[in-house]
């Protein structure tokens, strides 16, 4: 079936601007996490949905950050009044279950610049 | 809070070595642990996924080890191919956690 998917690939945005980027995880897959990795840097943890709980935000950076997910599907990753320290790879992963016996599985990210 | 180091940062090869990848994690108390690549411009591709109960997973050219006692794991890739240019990253899943630590990565160059 069709892997994890994000859009847009690539966004260009203006400082200040507020921006939205999207996830559709692997159908059947309860547990979605948000990852940022800016150059030179490693994978930063963001955000993990699992299911109908509360999600863990304890990676969110600020509060210009916030994430939702609807039906427990489709994941919505948005930031506000976006600054030039924002731009980086945003990755979506999505996993079978939330134990820790799952593979992750990986979208191809969105790549945000901000100017 | 969970650590983990990826030694070398890059390594640079000829076709054909067989070669190792090293991870490092500081608490032994781990759920799992899981091998990716990453090429450049594109999302994470996962390799292997070894159980804490598990020794070694094997996929083709790699083998990945665990040793949890020493907390480390051991990526071995044989008869490498210019193919295999990539990031290879390895992430802990720690005991009481479902969020994964990520080492920062092992930059391959294979040249023919």
């Known amino acids: 079936g069709a892997g994890v998917s994000q859009s847009p690939s690539n966004k260009v945005t203006e400082k200040g601007k507020d921006v939205e980027l999207r996830c559709d995880p692997i159908?059947?897959?309860?547990?979605l996490y948000w990852y940022r990795q800016s150059l030179g840097q490693g994978l930063e943890f963001l955000i993990y949905?699992?299911?109908?709980?509360?999600?863990?935000k304890s990676g969110l950076p600020s509060d210009r950050f916030s994430a939702e997910r609807t039906g427990g599907s489709v994941s919505t990753l948005t930031i506000q009044r976006t600054q030039q320290e924002d731009s980086a790879v945003y990755l979506c992963?999505?996993?079978?279950?939330?134990?820790?016996?799952?593979?992750?599985?990986f979208g191809p990210g969105t790549r945000l610049t901000v100017l | 809070k969970q650590e983990v180091t990826q030694i070398p940062a890059a390594l640079s090869v000829p076709e054909g070595e067989n070669l190792v990848l090293n991870c490092s994690f500081t608490?032994?108390?781990?759920?799992?642990l899981q091998w990716f690549r990453q090429d450049p411009g594109k999302g994470l591709t996962s390799l292997l996924l070894?159980?804490?109960?598990?020794r070694e997973q094997t996929s083709g050219r790699l083998n990945a080890s665990l040793d949890k006692s020493s907390g480390r794991s051991t990526l071995y890739i044989a008869a490498s191919q210019p193919g295999d240019s990539a990031t290879y990253l390895c992430?802990?899943?720690?005991?009481?956690?479902?969020?994964?630590?990520f080492g920062r990565g092992t930059s391959l160059i294979v040249h023919p």
């Open positions: 992963a999505s996993s079978l279950a939330s134990g820790g016996l799952d593979t992750q599985y």
């Open positions: 949905f699992q299911g109908n709980s509360a999600p863990d």
């Open positions: 608490d032994s108390a781990i759920y799992n």
């Open positions: 992430a802990v899943k720690s005991g009481g956690s479902y969020i994964p630590t």
């Open positions: 159908s059947g897959h309860t547990a």
């Open positions: 070894i159980q804490s109960s598990q």
